[in-house]
DNA sequence: CAGTGGATGCTCT
DNA sequence: GAGCATCCACTGT
């Protein structure tokens, strides 16, 4: 069976468990993306979290129901595509940080102008631009469409590193990518 | 390649 | 009024 659509409670875990098994997995939005090649964590007691400093207007969906979408503007220019996870007391989020596109080619090039395929979605917001995700799709659930995620077939090798544009909680491992990929935002 | 800085708008103090 | 979970163009090797 290919084109398996991911159970709902994949959601329902711990960011830091979520985040590599979503690496390989096929997210599409209205039919356009590819295989998630890079992810970020994040988890409400930890400063790098737009959870830290706890509920507010921006951050509801983090404090939502898990398995569905958390949208937010980056440096007022950029949407970025989180996915809300579940934690006992705690909110937690995964970045979708970047994708191989492997569907909807045309429609991406046209979204972000002509570039070598491998910078079409190697980013939060070149992801999102490319997708066409925007923050009318804040809060929606992940399970319906637009939204698609479809099962990885295989066990991809998973690179650990640091996250990637924060200055605090710096140090810790939390970005993890398929290893070797030509479609990360940076290397591992 | 590596490093730097500007664009841009919204959230929260 | 500060500070961004970014991207791109531009500089200098």
């Not at 390989?24 to 939005?29: D, M, P, Q, R």
């Not at 898990?66 to 007022?76: D, K, L, M, N, Q």
């Not at 990637?164 to 935002?185: D, V």
Request: hydrophobic content about 40%; glycine content about 10%.
């Amino acid at each position: 069976m290919r084109e398996k659509p991911l159970s709902r409670d994949f959601f329902a875990r711990p960011a830091r468990e979520v985040a590599p098994d979503l690496i390989g997995v096929t997210l599409l939005v209205d039919g356009v993306g590819g295989p998630i090649v890079e992810v970020e964590a994040y988890q409400q007691d930890e400063p790098a979290s737009h959870a830290y400093p706890g509920p507010t207007k921006r951050n509801a969906a983090m404090f939502g129901p898990p398995g569905r979408a958390y949208v937010y503007r980056s440096y007022g220019i950029h949407w970025c595509l989180n996915v809300v996870c579940l934690a006992p007391g705690r909110a937690d989020a995964v970045l979708l940080r970047a994708l191989e596109p492997t569907r909807g080619l045309d429609a991406m090039r046209a979204r972000r102008g002509v570039e070598p395929e491998r910078a079409l979605c190697s980013g939060p917001g070149k992801l999102c631009e490319a997708l066409a995700v925007t923050g009318a799709y804040d809060g929606l659930p992940l399970d319906e469409p637009p939204f698609a995620f479809l099962a990885r077939e295989t066990e991809p090798e998973i690179a650990v590193g640091r996250r990637i544009g924060i200055t605090k909680a710096a140090e810790l491992e939390w970005r993890y990518g398929l290893a070797g990929s030509r479609f990360l935002s940076r290397r591992f």
